[in-house]
C-alpha cells in the first residue's frame, strides 16, 4: 500500500512539472500568405485541443521566429492538420447544464480565427473550439463559412435540457444531392465523430471520395527486444527478538544478466510525447552472507545465508520524452515472480566441535511463489530504433517471509532495439 501511495504521489509530481515547462515543438509546416504565395518552414505545433489564435512560424530551423494571427495569413498546414483563416460567427452560450437558461436564441458574435479542416472536397466540414465557446463547426458555401448550429436550453420549467439542432435541416439542404442522407443526418450529433461520419457517408452516396478528411490520431504501438545487466543489493531486518541474528548478516551484491521483449504504446497527445512503456523479462539475482559469533571454549556459531533465485518480472513506465531531445524519463511499476531456485537455503552450526554440530538448515524462502512488487524510476536516451537505459527500483524484495523484511535496491543498464 505504501508503494502505490508513493507511486501516485510521484506521478501527480511528474505531470505538474511537466505540463509547467513549456518548450517548443517545430514541425516541417507550409503558410499561404494573403498574397497567395506558399512558404515552407517550420511551425511550433502543439496538437492544440483548441483552435489556436496564432502560430510561430521559422522558414529555416535557425532562423527567427514571426508570429502570425488569422488575419496575417490565408491558411497553414502542419502535420496531417490544415487550418483556414477565416471570418466566422461563434455561438458563445454555455453548454454546462448548471448555466443554461430557457432563452434558445443563438448567442453570436464575429471574428477572425483559424479553422480546423475536417474535411474538404465538394461538402466540407471545418470546426472552431475557443477558449470562451464550446466546438462550433461550419460548411464552406461559395467562398464562405456557415455556421451549423446549436445551442442547449432549459424548457421552460426549468426542468429539461433542450437542444436547437438547427445543423440537420442545413445539411439537409447542404447535401440534397444524396436524398438517401435525411435518415441519417437525423440521428447525427453535434460532435466531430458524428458529423464526420455523416460527411463520409454523404460522399460514399455520391460515389466519390474527399480532397481531404482529417485523420483522427491513434496510438502506435513499437515492439521490440531489449537485455542488459542488473546490479542488485539486499538488505535483512528482522522484526522480532527471534529472527535479530540476521540483522547481523550482510549480504553481498549481485551483477547478473537480464533480457526479455518490450511493448511500447504512444500516446496520441502532445505530438506523441506521452508513451505507455512495459516490457517482460527475466531476472537473476545470486547473494550470499554470512555472521559468527565466538565465545571461547563454548560455542563458535556461524549462520550462513545463501539465496539465488530467478525471477520473470513485468514492468510498467509512464514515459515522457522532452521536445528536441533524446531525453526519455519514466515513472511506474513491477511486479515479478520466481520461476526456479538456484539456491536458496539458511544454516546455523556450532564450529568448535569437529565435526560441526548442525543446530539448524532450512529453506530460506519457503514460499517462491508469492510475488514482488516494486517501483520504478528511469532514465533513457533514444536514438532511432536503438536506446540506452538506467533504471532504478526499489521493491519489498522477497515477501511472506516471517518477521524478516527484505528492501531491495537494483539498478538496471538496459540496450533496447525497436523492431518497427
Known amino acids: 500500500m505504501k508503494l502505490i501511495k508513493t507511486l501516485a504521489f510521484f506521478t501527480s509530481y511528474l505531470f505538474m512539472v511537466l505540463n509547467a515547462v513549456a518548450q517548443e515543438n517545430y514541425v516541417e509546416a507550409s503558410i499561404t500568405t494573403l498574397q497567395g504565395e506558399n512558404?515552407?518552414?517550420?511551425?511550433?505545433?502543439?496538437?492544440?485541443?483548441?483552435?489556436?489564435?496564432?502560430?510561430?512560424?521559422?522558414?529555416?530551423?535557425?532562423?527567427?521566429?514571426?508570429?502570425y494571427y488569422p488575419v496575417d495569413i490565408l491558411e497553414f498546414s502542419v502535420g496531417e492538420?490544415?487550418?483556414?483563416?477565416?471570418?466566422?460567427?461563434?455561438?458563445?452560450?454555455?453548454?454546462?447544464?448548471?448555466?443554461?437558461?430557457?432563452?434558445?436564441?443563438?448567442?453570436?458574435?464575429?471574428?477572425?480565427?483559424?479553422?480546423?479542416?475536417?474535411?474538404?472536397?465538394?461538402?466540407?466540414l471545418y470546426a472552431y473550439d475557443g477558449k470562451n465557446s464550446g466546438i462550433n463547426f461550419y460548411i464552406k458555401e461559395d467562398e464562405s463559412y456557415t455556421l451549423l448550429q446549436y445551442k442547449k436550453y432549459m424548457d421552460d420549467n426549468a426542468s429539461k435540457v433542450k437542444e436547437f439542432k438547427g445543423y440537420i435541416y442545413q445539411l439537409?439542404?447542404?447535401?440534397?444531392?444524396?436524398?438517401?442522407?435525411?435518415?441519417?443526418?437525423?440521428?447525427?450529433?453535434?460532435?466531430?465523430?458524428?458529423?464526420?461520419?455523416?460527411?463520409?457517408?454523404?460522399?460514399?452516396?455520391?460515389?466519390?471520395l474527399p480532397d481531404f478528411e482529417r485523420k483522427g490520431n491513434k496510438i502506435a504501438l513499437k515492439l521490440g527486444v531489449v537485455g542488459g545487466i542488473n546490479y542488485t543489493s539486499m538488505s535483512l531486518i528482522s522484526n522480532s527478538q527471534k529472527h535479530i541474528v540476521f540483522d547481523d548478516i550482510k549480504l553481498s551484491n549481485s551483477v547478473d544478466a537480464t533480457y526479455g521483449v518490450n511493448l511500447e504504446a504512444f500516446l496520441?497527445?502532445?505530438?506523441?510525447?506521452?508513451?505507455?512503456?512495459s516490457d517482460l523479462i527475466l531476472t537473476n539475482y545470486s547473494m550470499n552472507g554470512s555472521f559468527?559469533?565466538?565465545?571461547?571454549?563454548?560455542?563458535?556459531?556461524?549462520?550462513?545465508?545463501?539465496?539465488?533465485l530467478r525471477h520473470l518480472k513485468l514492468s510498467h513506465l509512464l514515459r515522457y520524452q522532452f521536445a528536441?531531445?533524446?531525453?526519455?524519463?519514466?515513472?511506474?511499476i513491477s511486479h515479478a515472480s520466481v520461476v526456479s531456485e538456484v539456491e536458496n537455503y539458511y544454516s546455523y552450526k556450532d564450529v568448535i566441535?569437529?565435526?560441526?554440530?548442525?543446530?539448524?538448515?532450512?529453506?530460506?524462502?519457503?514460499?517462491?511463489?508469492?510475488?514482488?512488487?516494486?517501483?520504478?524510476?528511469?532514465?533513457?536516451?533514444?536514438?532511432?530504433?536503438?536506446?540506452?537505459?538506467?533504471?532504478?527500483?526499489?521493491?519489498?524484495?522477497?515477501?511472506?517471509?516471517?518477521?524478516?523484511?527484505?528492501?531491495?535496491?537494483?539498478?538496471?543498464?538496459?540496450a533496447k532495439f525497436r523492431l518497427n
Open 268 to 277: 496520441p497527445i502532445n505530438q506523441g510525447k506521452w508513451s505507455i512503456y
Open 324 to 332: 528536441k531531445t533524446p531525453l526519455v524519463i519514466g515513472l511506474g
Open 172 to 208: 439537409l439542404q447542404y447535401m440534397e444531392k444524396c436524398s438517401e442522407m435525411q435518415t441519417n443526418l437525423t440521428k447525427t450529433v453535434y460532435t466531430k465523430v458524428s458529423l464526420k461520419k455523416a460527411f463520409k457517408n454523404y460522399y460514399r452516396c455520391i460515389d466519390a
Open 353 to 414: 566441535f569437529d565435526p560441526p554440530v548442525v543446530f539448524e538448515e532450512r529453506e530460506f524462502v519457503t514460499n517462491p511463489n508469492v510475488r514482488e512488487f516494486g517501483l520504478l524510476l528511469s532514465v533513457e536516451v533514444r536514438l532511432w530504433r536503438l536506446g540506452l537505459e538506467a533504471r532504478y527500483e526499489k521493491s519489498d524484495g522477497i515477501p511472506d517471509l516471517i518477521s524478516i523484511t527484505t528492501p531491495t535496491n537494483r539498478l538496471y543498464l538496459l
Open 81 to 124: 492538420a490544415i487550418y483556414k483563416s477565416a471570418v466566422i460567427e461563434i455561438e458563445q452560450s454555455s453548454r454546462k447544464i448548471e448555466n443554461l437558461d430557457a432563452n434558445k436564441d443563438l448567442k453570436l458574435s464575429k471574428d477572425t480565427v483559424f479553422l480546423e479542416t475536417l474535411i474538404e472536397g465538394e461538402v466540407e
Open 292 to 308: 559468527e559469533k565466538f565465545s571461547q571454549n563454548v560455542f563458535h556459531e556461524v549462520h550462513e545465508l545463501n539465496i539465488a
Open 39 to 67: 512558404l515552407n518552414g517550420w511551425i511550433d505545433y502543439r496538437d492544440w485541443q483548441q483552435s489556436p489564435s496564432k502560430i510561430d512560424f521559422k522558414e529555416t530551423l535557425e532562423g527567427n521566429e514571426k508570429e
